[in-house]
């Protein structure tokens, strides 16, 4: 897995000579330095990507689950947004810190993370050890629960999984694919085809259809959800944005 064992100085990484804050969507300025010791998830996005923006309502409901719950956590948007309005735009709708628009720092943490598509969020440990940057993932499979993002913490909601899917019906007719019956599955990742979004780990699977549902789908139903084209220069594969 991508982990690495870096520290980062929060405050060398995330201002630079001329700016020592972050900017809240209503214009205020946060100072860095409140940052330190903090969970940090850096959120790498872009209104222009629908993996992104099909992304963002779940980091929301967990950003406020996980915030609700006490923890000192925070989560800074770094826009890989066009123009200003667009970033304005999708910013908007975040409740978190950002990294001001065109700011400088974006490239060197570009570089400094290895970041190849969007969204991508990289989860930030108190003392500033890099934890994953497969934070995205984890949200996606465990929504706020995933929460520190620890590889320790990670097991151990596998496990409780492991627990849960042994409750699960081995086969399961369901309506978006009546002509087979669909077996339960373990999948390294998928694409639902029930409700459109990436899974990981257990499916209901059709192995001559290619054809699965997350568990969630297939054993209730779940609303619906369509994929765009990305933008320009970049490849969407519905799961994600890449550079082309
Ligand atoms: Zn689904
Ligand atoms: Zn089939």
Redesign the pocket.
Known sequence: MATEDVSHDLSSLLSSEERDFLIRNNGDQVPVSGLVGKNILLYFSAQWCPPCRAFLPKLIEAYHTIKAKGSAFEVIFISSDRDQSTFDEFYSEMPWLALPFGDGMKQILDKKFKIEGIPTAVAIGPSGRTITKEARMHLTAYGADAFPFTEEHLKKLEEEIEKKAKGWPEKVKHELHSEHELIRTKRSSYN?D??G?S?YSWSFYCKECDFD??P??ALKE?EDTGTEKGKEGFICDGDVCRKA
Do not use: A, R, S, V
């Open positions: 639902c029930g409700c979004e899974g549902l997350h969630k789908c779940d």
